[in-house]
C-alpha cells in the first residue's frame, strides 16, 4: 500500500476553474515535497514544506501543510491548459529517501 | 541549475539482455537514486547512492543493481531484463536538505 494517498486519482477541470489535490501520510511528515510531470517526461519541483501550517505559492499555485504535519493539499486557481500533467507528493522517509504518493492527473478543457 | 541528465529517452531491449542506464549530474551532489514509475503506482525507489561506491537498496531491488565508480554518474544494471521491467526510469540527485532534481527518464520496453 502506498505510504501517500493522493486523491483524486485523477481529474478534469474547464480551464478557468479552481482545482485542489490532497496528499495524506498516517505518519508525521518531515518535508513534504511537491512536484508536476508532463506525460513521459521527469519531474519538475514545484514546492517543498517543512513546518505544520506553512504555506507557499508560486503563480497560480498554492501548497499549504496542515498543523499536524499529515496532509497536504495543492490549490490551483483559474486553472490553464499549462497546468495539465501528473502531480505528485513526495515525503522523506528515513532521513534521506523520497517515497512518492501515486499521482494525480489533472486535465485541464479549453 | 542543477542538471540530471540520462542517457536514453526511449529504449527497447529483448528479454534476458544485461541493460545499463546510465545517469550523470553536474552539480557534484551526494546523493543520487533510481526510481522507476508504473501507472496507479507512482514512483518506486530502486537502489540510492549516498557517496562513490556506496549504495543502499530502496523498496523494489529484486531484479537491479547499480554501480557509482564516480560521484556524478550512478548507472542501474538490469541483469537479465524481463518483461516485467518494462517501466519509465527516473534517476535523481540531492544535496543536503534540498530537493531532488530529476532526469528526464528513460521508458524501457523489454520484449
Known amino acids: 500500500s502506498q505510504e501517500l494517498e493522493q486523491s483524486p486519482q485523477s481529474l478534469i477541470v474547464q480551464e478557468g476553474k479552481n482545482l485542489t489535490i490532497n496528499c495524506t501520510s498516517s505518519?508525521?511528515?518531515?518535508?513534504l515535497y511537491w512536484y508536476k510531470q508532463k506525460y513521459g517526461e521527469g519531474l519538475i519541483f514545484l514546492m517543498m514544506?517543512?513546518?505544520?501550517?506553512e504555506e507557499k505559492s508560486h503563480e497560480k499555485i498554492t501548497a499549504k501543510l496542515d498543523e499536524k504535519k499529515q496532509q497536504s493539499s495543492l490549490h490551483i486557481t483559474a486553472s490553464q491548459p499549462s497546468h495539465a500533467g501528473i502531480y505528485l507528493c513526495?515525503?522523506?522517509?528515513?532521513?534521506?529517501?523520497?517515497?512518492f504518493g501515486a499521482g494525480t492527473i489533472l486535465r485541464v478543457k479549453s | 541549475d542543477v542538471k540530471v541528465t540520462q542517457s536514453s529517452r526511449y529504449l527497447v531491449k529483448r528479454t534476458g539482455e544485461k541493460v545499463f542506464l546510465e545517469c550523470v549530474q553536474d552539480?557534484?551532489?551526494?546523493?543520487m537514486f533510481w526510481y522507476r514509475q508504473d501507472p496507479g503506482l507512482g514512483l518506486r525507489l530502486i537502489y540510492f547512492?549516498?557517496?562513490?561506491?556506496?549504495?543502499e537498496k530502496g523498496d523494489i531491488p529484486e531484479g537491479y543493481s547499480v554501480s557509482r565508480e564516480k560521484k556524478e554518474r550512478f548507472s542501474l544494471i538490469l541483469e537479465s531484463a524481463s518483461t516485467n521491467q518494462t517501466s519509465m526510469y527516473l534517476c535523481?540527485?540531492?544535496?543536503?536538505?534540498?530537493?531532488?532534481?530529476f532526469g528526464s527518464g528513460t521508458r524501457l520496453t523489454v520484449v
Open positions: 513526495g515525503a522523506l522517509k528515513g532521513g534521506n529517501k523520497l517515497v
Open positions: 514544506l517543512q513546518k505544520g501550517g
Open positions: 547512492s549516498y557517496d562513490v561506491k556506496m549504495k
Open positions: 535523481a540527485s540531492r544535496a543536503g536538505a534540498y530537493g531532488y532534481t
Open positions: 552539480m557534484d551532489h551526494e546523493n
Open positions: 505518519k508525521t511528515l518531515y518535508g
